[in-house]
């Protein structure tokens, strides 16, 4: 418990529900955006726009050639998981060009997932860089798309350069079981972190 009475994770001292900010972050077609709109307990807030030959060259669509649309903002939904503990789910834009927007996104996050296309290992660099310069914890989910090779976690590990204390874990951003194990994934390693914070006082 903190001085406000709060487990960080669960609920407070007097009964009631905690609401938690995560982020969904990854590279271009990574599958943030599908992912929320499945795990949503609420028909989930999308800024989707149409892909247009002007973004040629601009967004690469190496793996993604049928990718029409693309957050140009934000994604938004929500996910209880139980009756003491409420995700606001913010997905982040993948392109470079709307990275600007990230720093506003992740102020009172307390922890992210980042997305991973094994197909596009690097997609995901800049996502993974930013949690670690924001001091953001999360955990990685490696998105298993149709023509996905399956490659062992620790390989995946050693290519992203992910610590050991940081769970990786696969899932189909398309299913809402999938996804939430992801979410739930995320909550016990805050809690383990939270634990240890802790102790180490």
């Known amino acids: 418990m903190d001085s406000k009475g709060f487990d960080r994770l669960g609920r407070d001292a007097s009964g009631g529900t905690r609401s938690v900010k995560i982020m969904i972050a990854g590279g271009f077609g990574t599958g943030k955006t599908t992912m929320v709109g499945s795990v949503s307990d609420i028909k989930p807030l999308t ?11 601009v967004d690469p669509l190496i793996g993604v050639t049928d990718k029409t649309q693309t957050t140009v903002s934000l994604d938004f939904g929500k996910i209880g998981l139980n009756d003491s503990l409420v995700l606001y789910l913010f997905g982040t834009p993948g392109q470079e060009r709307f990275w600007f927007l990230w720093n506003g996104l992740f102020k009172g996050a307390l922890g992210a997932v980042v997305l991973v296309d094994t197909r596009r290992l690097a997609s995901s660099f800049r996502a993974i860089e930013e949690m670690e310069r924001q001091d953001v914890p999360f955990v990685v989910a490696l998105n298993v798309f149709p023509d996905s090779r399956t490659y062992p976690v620790e390989e995946i590990r050693d290519a992203l350069d992910i610590p050991a204390h940081i769970p990786v874990v696969s899932f189909d951003a398309r299913d809402r079981a999938s996804s939430r194990d992801v979410l739930v994934a995320l ?11 802790v102790e180490s006082r």
């Open 47 to 57: 800024t989707e726009e149409t892909l247009t030959q002007a973004s040629a060259g």
């Open 187 to 197: 909550v016990h390693h805050l809690k383990e972190r939270s634990a240890v914070a």
